[in-house]
Antibody
Framework: VQLQESGPGLVRPSETLSLTCTVS?????????WVWIRQSPGEGLQWIGNFHRSGTTNYTPSLRSRVTISVDTSQNQFSLDLRSVTAADTAVYYCARHLGRADPFQDGDWGQGTLVTVSS | SYVLTQPPSLSVAPGKTARITCGGN??????VHWYQQRPGQAPVLVMSHDTDRPSGIPERFSGSNSGNTATLTISWVEAGDEAVYYCQVWAGNSDHVVFGGGTKLTVL
């Protein structure tokens, strides 16, 4: 499987950060969890949330009120919308495939990451 | 929510042993995974399910998990091991993935 993030590299404060992850080599509708993870400059990894083919989504509590993960099976893509962004949302955003809840993220299951800067 | 605690930094001389800890409430009941991240790169899995070493990871890497602490042990540390190491679990009670804050390993 290959995953590739796309979207604007610069977002204005208070606006919505929107990213898309295009998946190739595996059909999103076939299963697993589709995940967004971010890493602020010089900081650690933060799991943002996931989407499962059953239609369920889970989000980290600190972002739950501002985030939506959705899927477009016709394009084999999944997306992240993060609303009302501030400079604290500046980060490298990774999309990833997660095989199962107790499983690790395998090396081939990450996108390369895309830097999004929040600035006016 | 579930919290994983790692020491921010660890310095070890070449040839010595590095023990990177990951603390969490009853973490021994969770399956812990460890990642190595070098600057500008995506994380690389170095240990899964507490003690399983992925293909290509040297035998110098080992893991343990019991009680409230999981440990990644790197024996015979080399300069190439210098990186940030993260632990990760699935917090079943909250249905979330949780990462530790990361430990920067410096090889002296």
């Amino acid at each position: 499987v290959q995953l590739q993030e796309s979207g604007p590299g610069l977002v204005r404060p208070s606006e919505t950060l929107s990213l898309t992850c295009t998946v190739s080599g595996y059909s999103i509708s076939s299963g697993y969890y589709w995940v967004w993870i971010r890493q602020s400059p010089g900081e650690g990894l933060q799991w943002i949330g996931n989407f499962h083919r059953s239609g369920t989504t889970n989000y980290t509590p600190s972002l739950r009120s501002r985030v939506t993960i959705s899927v477009d099976t016709s394009q084999n893509q999944f997306s992240l919308d993060l609303r009302s962004v501030t400079a604290a949302d500046t980060a490298v955003y990774y999309c990833a495939r997660h095989l199962g809840r107790a499983d690790p993220f395998q090396d081939g299951d990450w996108g390369q990451g895309t830097l999004v800067t929040v600035s006016s | 929510s579930y919290v994983l605690t790692q020491p921010p930094s660890l310095s070890v001389a070449p040839g010595k042993t590095a023990r990177i800890t990951c603390g969490g409430n009853n973490i021994g009941t969770n399956s812990v995974h460890w990642y190595q991240q070098r600057p500008g790169q995506a994380p690389v899995l170095v240990m899964s399910h507490d003690t399983d070493r992925p293909s290509g990871i040297p035998e110098r890497f080992s893991g343990s998990n019991s009680g409230n602490t999981a440990t990644l042990t790197i024996s015979w540390v080399e300069a190439g091991d210098e990186a940030v190491y993260y632990c990760q679990v699935w917090a079943g009670n909250s249905d979330h993935v949780v990462f530790g804050g990361g430990t920067k390993l410096t090889v002296l």
